[in-house]
């Protein structure tokens, strides 16, 4: 199953007739660029071309009302007065002869994503389309935009499909309001936008763009806001919503179609956006997307206003979509404080409506909104910001590492009377092992003994681990006798290296080898029942929950919440993931686990399992080659005592580390300024 794209030249064939700065900034090379990367990079190539059409009078009635149809119909054959005119009743938003028709066909591209998605034919995609959708509302449009696009997708879906819920993620930098407007009373269909707001400064300044806009009716806390309230947004800013508000939830709802209005304002040296997260998070926030819905995602293009990094996140965006490894995360601090102030905001007004979010804390004591309404008294008076002055859009910053795919995906050291899984690699211990090694393996591990079999399968590990090093394998798996020698194993082998962060994922109560990681070479993450004595050192991490890896809402809480916090901000160069035996956790959740924890150290994951679980390396194999995990059900509220106890444990971690933090802290520790 591939990945579709969906572009159409004709799409570039409308511009900007008269002169408007507020406008000037959508041009048609915001196409040509974007989809030029896709083929210089090979990208293009790779991805099932899907023709566009027009999307017809029924589908666009879905989101729009008769009367705005009609009126837009007639501007193909308006003069340039007429358009001018014509445009005048909307904001920031301009018409030209042939803009109607690139509508119909940038929301039928939506529309042949969704149907190329939903009929298996692919598994995700991306449209590349103009005139963009989200701001564009029943009657009228705003914004550059003509028709929803990602609303007339999703309705279509329901209809079409009978799709029970869908989710909106839009990461555009503008608040899709057109999108909010048409789902506000709705449940089936969960929208989330985050976007520059600064207290209601900045375009298009609606009060309802704020944190508390729920939703309304049936469709309370089916609408998420995170308003940014500065501008210098980063990584770690979007990637704390992600982990701490937005998968959480997504979990919950569970949807069964994905749609991402793909902007790329939100992209570093943007002038609209004028934030300063790098291309390559698209790549991190597409992967974390990826395994909801069984993987159906569906991606279209919104904003995107400087060249270079609109076609570099493209490109990032559509490489993840095709399964390549993500590349490591640069450049990850903690979140800022403003950026946790509206963290706390959203989890504040929303606790009411999802239990994975029952246990937030409050509203900030300096609350937010305040601000907003002095701004707002001040109105005219409030300064001008000073034109010309064009700080952010002279950004530099390198250009995105090339996500090199190893030769060889993934690799499994396995006993012999264990068939091989499609798709995969055999491996055994090559001979150019390091007799040294093998030595010292067999003194510290077999205890002399004649274990031939053991001393070979450890001898393959470790030289699976060095082929994953020099990125001829991407990932691994092995059936071992015994996974924690083979876990002490790997670690102590890794700790010979300078350059190795390693982080251990332990699934399971399981005898962690000490002394750990006092040097922070490794970081390890254990999930089980066991109450453990207390946590020994910053790098080891024991996460007790009542009934272990069991309740699924329970452990995913703490994937979310601890390990993937954890992981981006510790980067890792690899992943041991170790299932103990008897962990109780369930096929699916282990397989969300293990697709999930790819989005670090290059997706280099080394699975351990004991020999007796055979039944599970079929599932495991299939996630290390990215197939998309099956979904896990609409999640129940997790046990009260298991969100207390993950709660106290991250309150407790979040001085040392930045990215578990939820709340803006009124004194000192409370995020940095960026
Ligand atoms: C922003 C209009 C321009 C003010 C100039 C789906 C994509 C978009 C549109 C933004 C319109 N204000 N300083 O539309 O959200 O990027
Ligand atoms: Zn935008």
Known sequence: MGTALIYD????????????????????ERLTVSHEALVKNGLADRCISIPVREATDAEILLAHSEEYLEAVKKTPHMSLEDLKEFTLQYGDVYFHPNIYHCAKLAAGAALQLVDGVMTGKVRNGMALVRPPGHHSMRSAANGFCVFNNVAIAARYAKQKYGVKRV??????????QGVQYSFEDDPSVLYFSWHRYEHQQFWPQLRESDYDSVGKEKGAGFNINVPWNKVGMENSDYLSVFCHLLLPVAYEFCPDLVLVCAGFDSAIGDPEGEMCASPDIFAHLTHLLMNLAGGKLCAVLEGGYNLTSLAQSVCQTVQ?????????????????????ESLQCVRSAHRQYWSCLRHAADLPTSDISTKRLKLTEEGENAEKKEEGEQSTQDQVWPEPPERMAPPVRCALVLPDDVACPHGC??????DDLDPLVVSKLRESFL??????????ALSSLISLTEKMEENEICSGLALVRDVTVAMACVIQHLATALSNRLLVVCVGDCEVPSPIGEDGRTLVVQIGSQETNDQKSKYYIPVCLKEGCRDTSGFIQAVFGLVLPLGYEYDPSLVLLVRMPGS??????????????????QGHTLVLMQ????????????SLLWDPAPPLGQLQAPLPEDV??????RQKLQAEWKLLQTTAAPEAGGGDEH
């Open 425 to 430: 690699r055999r491996f055994s211990c090559s």
């Open 584 to 601: 109780g956790v369930c096929d699916s959740v282990w397989q969300q686990l293990t697709v999930l924890l790819q989005g670090f150290a």
């Open 320 to 340: 993840t979509l095709l399964g390549d490894p993500v590349p490591r995360p640069a450049k990850l601090s903690g979140p800022c404080k403003s950026a946790l």
């Open 9 to 28: 030249e004709e799409m570039t064939k409308y511009k900007l007739l008269w002169v408007d700065p507020a406008c000037k900034i959508e041009v048609p």
């Open 167 to 176: 989710l909106i993620v839009d990461w555009d930098v503008h608040h899709g």
């Open 644 to 649: 207390e106890g993950v709660e106290r444990l």
């Open 611 to 622: 020999e007796d679980e055979k039944a599970c390396v079929g599932p495991t194999a299939s």
């Open 447 to 456: 205890k002399d003994s004649d274990d031939s079999d053991s001393l070979t």
